[in-house]
């Protein structure tokens, strides 16, 4: 081993610990028994590292600062715990018993409830926009694109809705079960970008609860709708339009 070797093991010896029963260390601080140069240059460097060591004991630990490295690292622990994949699984169910719990303990909702909840969706669908599936003033491929759908397609129109503007249809979901959206045209101005303001939504009458019974229409206000509802033939129909309920009635 050469001087320079030796310095090099010597810069991170630490004196009064068993950095010394290194056999490296041990064989550079040998070498600088015998070596003048390389001994006055290690009481030097043990000098300076006694200087720092004594100015680092005058800095005095701010308050809390080893209760706060133990909390630290316990929290440390407890996030490792926590991504454990076992412990991510059966935290994640114990959260969905919880989040479903309330569903079981509520009471459930009245008659008419469902209905209720239809009526709403069904209104904010016509008002929000929708895209239709087939756009055609044409009854016959309508009907034919409905029922390869597997959408209610055997349904009956009023006389007066059948001489409305037809302007396509569209499929939409209630619960699983499919619902024919039919639309039209009063004949009044349309907004921009609007295709239709009369809505025919049909569905299986099994699917809803509490829905009016019988064939005569039994108007109702939905939101910005004037509607009318009416069951024939196992179906349940929602007439809706943007107009109010004298230019509805005329299309019944």
Same mark, same amino acid.
């Not at 015998?34 to 005058?58: I, M, N, T, Y």
């Not at 829905?211 to 109702?220: E, H, L, R, V, Y």
């Not at 349940?236 to 107009?243: G, R, V």
């Given at each position: 081993?050469?001087?320079?070797?030796?310095?090099?093991?010597?810069?991170?010896?630490?004196?009064?610990?068993?950095?010394?029963?290194?056999?490296?260390?041990?064989?550079?601080?040998?070498?600088?028994?015998?070596?003048?140069?390389?001994?006055?240059?290690?009481?030097?460097?043990?000098?300076?590292?006694?200087?720092?060591?004594?100015?680092?004991?005058?800095?005095?630990?701010?308050?809390?600062?080893?209760?706060?490295?133990?909390?630290?690292?316990?929290?440390?622990?407890?996030?490792?715990?926590?991504?454990?994949?076992?412990?991510?699984?059966?935290?994640?169910?114990?959260?969905?018993?919880?989040?479903?719990?309330?569903?079981?303990?509520?009471?459930?909702?009245?008659?008419?409830?469902?209905? /209720?909840?239809?009526? #709403? *969706?069904?209104?904010? %669908?016509? $008002?929000?926009?929708?895209?239709? +599936?087939?756009? =055609?003033?044409?009854?016959?491929?309508?009907?034919?694109?409905?029922?390869?759908?597997?959408?209610?397609?055997?349904?009956?129109?009023?006389?007066?809705?059948?001489?409305?503007?037809?302007?396509?249809?569209?499929?939409?979901?209630?619960?699983?079960?499919?619902?024919?959206?039919?639309?039209?045209?009063?004949?009044?101005?349309?907004?921009?970008?609007?295709?239709?303001?009369?809505?025919?939504?049909?569905?299986?009458?099994?699917?809803?609860?509490?829905?009016?019974?019988?064939?005569?229409?039994?108007?109702?206000?939905?939101?910005?709708?004037? /509607?009318?509802?009416? #069951? *024939?033939?196992?179906? %349940?129909? $929602?007439?809706?339009?943007?107009? +109010?309920?004298? =230019?509805?009635?005329?299309?019944?």
């Amino acid at each position: 081993m050469n001087r320079d070797e030796a310095e090099k093991l010597l810069r991170r010896y630490r004196p009064g610990t068993s950095d010394a029963e290194d056999p490296q260390i041990a064989e550079a601080l040998a070498l600088a028994g015998s070596d003048p140069e390389l001994g006055r240059w290690l009481a030097k460097q043990g000098a300076q590292q006694d200087r720092v060591r004594q100015q680092f004991r005058k800095i005095t630990a701010p308050a809390g600062l080893r209760a706060q490295i133990i909390s630290e690292h316990r929290a440390r622990r407890n996030l490792i715990f926590w991504r454990r994949p076992s412990i991510l699984l059966a935290a994640a169910a114990a959260l969905a018993v919880l989040i479903g719990l309330p569903f079981w303990l509520r009471p459930h909702p009245p008659e008419g409830a469902g209905f /209720a909840v239809y009526q #709403r *969706q069904m209104a904010a %669908l016509a $008002l929000r926009g929708y895209g239709m +599936d087939v756009i =055609t003033n044409d009854p016959v491929p309508i009907r034919a694109y409905l029922a390869q759908n597997q959408a209610p397609a055997d349904y009956r129109l009023p006389a007066a809705l059948q001489q409305a503007g037809l302007a396509g249809c569209a499929i939409e979901n209630w619960q699983g079960t499919k619902i024919s959206m039919l639309c039209f045209r009063t004949g009044r101005p349309l907004s921009n970008g609007a295709l239709s303001d009369l809505w025919l939504f049909v569905i299986d009458e099994t699917a809803l609860r509490g829905a009016p019974a019988g064939p005569s229409p039994q108007f109702t206000k939905i939101s910005r709708l004037t /509607a009318a509802v009416w #069951r *024939q033939d196992g179906k %349940l129909y $929602l007439l809706a339009t943007t107009a +109010d309920e004298p =230019t509805l009635r005329r299309f019944l």
